[in-house]
């Protein structure tokens, strides 16, 4: 058994020796080398943490939340407590550099799908086939609610783990959120579907922190306007990028990456995504500086040197404001097509789901189940279903420097 310290939280991070096996692996020691939040640190400098110690973070919260429902009766064999542990800590396995930005721009697909792959193809030697076929179906959804729900529903450890580790190494106090006492209220109900994971009358308040936490978290963090604009850069560069490819066109380019964007299918991306981490990624757009292409080189020398895009929230006329910055980028000599960026943020901080799907966080109230707004003595999450959304134009305010 090895003991690991998080900042997070006050107990050792206890690791076993079948999870210590995975966290050796290079396929998880790449995570060590991606940063959770990408270019968010151009606001928040302290946003330097990795996907690794997310990852493990998310681990730890599986592991309490089985030892509260093993200590109130619950049936659960210990294969199953393992399958579901690591589950948890392989939920970001196949994530590429720069948190989400580079999704379905550099990989063609999504970062759950190349997920399965390595671990069906990299981890089946060091857990064996039955072990990795039973993680397999928790990402899948072939299982007991429960077990998927602990790893991917309206209130997991994922999200627990992310909230509070972003808001710290961030700095701001808005992830701040009492998972004691939702582990502590935490139970299994049992339903046609099979066990479910609900809360009792007790943790109510906390689960309404929960969710007004992750609605500050999205508009002052995720959703910050200057990250918004720099994800939205990388965007664009790599677009450009592909564009060039696609035209016959050649630049420099590490071969792991060339292999990446010209992948077709996430089994093909498996062997080269090991390569693929910030260091690798930032190396590349610091080269690509000297491109004799004026959209990459410019892009590349912008996101390296931080000279972030003017941010203009339309409120009014969309058609209007984009022919008016149109304007100004073509007096510049700028493409509207890599200059002109629009992002449409939006989010429901809360869908009061129907409480007989699954989905919804629910609450048990005399042995049946009620959906979490309808217990609360407030409207406070019944205000948050609804959707919040703005939009912006992001846009160069100075020509290439030459």
């Known amino acids: 058994m090895k003991y690991i310290r998080d900042p997070l939280y006050s107990d050792f991070i206890e690791i076993d020796d079948i999870t210590l096996k995975v966290i050796s692996h290079p396929y998880f020691q790449r995570m060590r080398r991606i940063r959770q939040l990408g270019l968010a640190e151009y606001v928040y400098p302290g946003a330097t943490h990795s996907r690794f110690s997310h990852m493990l973070g998310a681990y730890h919260l599986s592991g309490k939340f089985l030892r509260r429902f093993l200590e109130l009766g619950e049936r659960i064999e210990k294969e199953e407590v393992l399958s579901i542990k690591l589950a948890a800590l392989l939920h970001d396995i196949g994530h590429t550099s720069l948190s989400h930005a580079l999704e379905f721009t550099l990989l063609p697909f999504r970062h759950e799908e190349i997920g399965i792959a390595i671990i069906e193809t990299k981890f089946s030697d060091i857990l064996g086939k ?121 630049l420099f380019m590490p071969k792991p990456l060339r292999n990446i964007i010209n992948s077709k299918d996430p089994y093909e991306a498996v062997e080269d995504i090991l390569y693929i981490d910030d260091a690798l990624i930032l190396y590349t757009i610091s080269e690509w500086q000297k491109e004799k292409d004026k959209v990459i080189s410019d892009l590349s020398r912008r996101i390296i040197n931080r000279e972030r895009f003017k941010a203009v929230e339309v409120k009014g006329d969309f058609l209007e404001e984009y022919q008016r910055i149109e304007e100004e980028c073509r007096k510049m000599g700028l493409d509207p097509k890599y200059y002109i960026l629009e992002r449409t943020p939006k989010d429901v901080a809360y869908t009061p789901y129907d409480p007989s799907s699954e989905e919804s966080i629910k609450v048990e109230v005399n042995g049946s189940l009620k959906e979490l707004s309808s217990v609360l003595p407030t409207d406070t999450l019944k205000s948050l279903s609804r959707e919040v959304m703005r939009r912006y134009l992001f846009y160069p305010s100075s020509p290439p420097s030459q």
């Open 130 to 250: 039955e072990l990795v076929g039973e993680i397999l179906k928790i990402f899948k959804r072939n299982c007991e609610p429960f077990k998927y729900q602990l790893i991917e529903g309206q209130m997991d450890v994922d999200r627990l783990d992310y909230l509070r580790r972003d808001a710290y190494y961030c700095g701001v106090d808005y992830g701040l959120i009492d998972i004691e006492r939702l582990i502590q209220s935490s139970k299994l109900f049992r339903t046609p579907r099979g066990r479910e994971f609900v809360l009792s009358t007790k943790g109510i308040f906390a689960a309404e922190g929960y969710i007004i936490a992750r609605y500050l978290m999205y508009w002052s963090v995720y959703y910050h306007k200057t990250n918004l604009g720099f994800q939205a850069m990388l965007f664009s560069l790599f677009r450009r990028v592909r564009d060039i490819i696609s035209e016959g066109g050649d």
